[in-house]
């Protein structure tokens, strides 16, 4: 079974930084694209970034893009997601993905929180 980890959450003041992680095992890790996204109280689970496979190619949410940055490092099974010029709206959980396109299915950490407050 694949395993995904979140981890780097927590609480951040407004303009602050964060780096979130995630680990990714039980298959090969370059094969599958990885996403992040987020899900605030009473609100639906929400793209924020994605990276392919190899790291060559990115795309972002636009309420996001400039202030946060995915990449990856394949030889670590890892994806990270730093956060730039944090907003209280930012508050939320994050969420990891690891999107098996050619099963038709995504694998989903359990989240990690993150709390942006003075």
């Known amino acids: 079974q694949v395993q995904v980890v979140e981890s780097g959450g927590g609480l951040v003041q407004p303009g602050g930084s964060l780096r979130l992680s995630c680990v990714v095992a039980?298959?090969?890790?370059?094969?599958?694209?990885m996403a992040w996204y987020r899900q605030a109280p009473g609100k639906e689970r929400e793209f924020l970034a994605r990276?392919?496979?190899?790291?060559?190619?990115?795309m972002y949410e636009d309420s996001v893009k400039g202030r946060f940055t995915i990449s990856r490092d394949n030889a670590k099974n890892t994806v990270h997601l730093d956060m730039n010029r944090l907003k209280p709206d930012d508050t939320a959980v994050y969420y990891c993905?690891?999107?098996?396109?050619?099963?038709?299915?995504?694998?989903w950490g359990q989240g990690t929180q993150v709390v942006v407050s003075s």
């Open positions: 990276i392919i496979g190899d790291g060559g190619s990115t």
């Open positions: 993905n690891a999107v098996a396109w050619w099963e038709g299915r995504d694998y």
């Open positions: 039980g298959f090969t890790f370059s094969k599958y694209h």
